[in-house]
């Protein structure tokens, strides 16, 4: 079993959709929980942090679930530029150091 | 300015060569990384130096070596490449070796034919 899984999409939507992406995690001992952003053929970049009350950053909405160990993003009013594959991210006590637990990415395509 | 820098951008070699990434960090953290991605864009962690003293080496082969002169500068060497070496290395960097923010570089293109 993957560590961190995710839906890998796509997720064909149109301009001013609302879409929602989910993560699951394996490890209990997650202590963190991130949403980073890669476009094609750049580096992955912080897109959010996801709290336990769950947080939200003008139209993304990040929540947390650790009794289920289960995380969303969700995207309101989607703009062509939110096209890009959606990495869920946990950091992890393992082996005797702190380490970011990357999904294999959600892509997203808005359409106009 | 940039933050994380790689070079080279690209790299295609044959099989069997000795290669280096560099990776140089102007943001003053103490923490480093190396991170490949495969062509299922699965991004894993290899190594990982905290002021210049390996605190992470997965399980990967010994044909890479990460060499760490100072703490804003951490290369990967490869010997001896295979074609199932060709990915996308990142580097990345945090303040610290517990700071859940990193910051990525451009990425390195390996193809190895």
């Known amino acids: 079993r993957k560590e961190v899984e995710q839906d890998p999409g796509p997720f064909n939507v149109p301009e001013g959709a609302t879409v929602a992406f989910n993560c699951t995690y394996s490890n209990s001992a997650s202590q963190s929980f991130f949403w980073y952003r890669q476009d094609c053929r750049k580096e992955p970049k912080l897109l959010m942090s996801v709290y336990s009350s769950g947080n939200e950053d003008g139209r993304f909405t990040a929540q947390l679930n650790r009794a289920s160990q289960y995380i969303s993003l969700l995207i309101r009013d989607s703009k062509l530029s939110d096209s890009a594959t959606y990495l869920c991210v946990v950091n992890a006590w393992m082996d005797s150091s702190y380490k970011l637990i990357f999904g294999s990415g959600t892509r997203l395509l808005v359409r106009p | 300015d940039t933050a994380v820098s790689q070079t080279p951008k690209y790299l295609v070699t044959q099989m069997g060569n000795d290669k280096s990434i560099k990776c140089e960090q102007n943001?003053?953290?103490?923490?480093m990384y190396w991170y490949k991605q495969d062509s299922k864009k699965f991004l894993k962690i290899m190594f990982s130096?905290?002021?210049?003293?390996?605190?992470i080496n997965e399980t990967v082969p010994n044909r890479f070596s990460p060499k760490s002169p100072d703490k804003a500068h951490l290369n990967l060497h490869i010997n001896s490449l295979e074609l199932g070496d060709s990915a996308v290395y990142f580097c990345?960097?945090?303040?610290?070796?517990?700071?859940?923010?990193?910051?990525f570089g451009p990425g390195t293109r390996l193809t190895v034919l």
């Open positions: 990345a960097s945090s303040p610290g070796e517990r700071t859940d923010t990193q910051y």
């Open positions: 130096y905290n002021n210049k003293e390996l605190i």
């Open positions: 943001l003053g953290h103490d923490t």
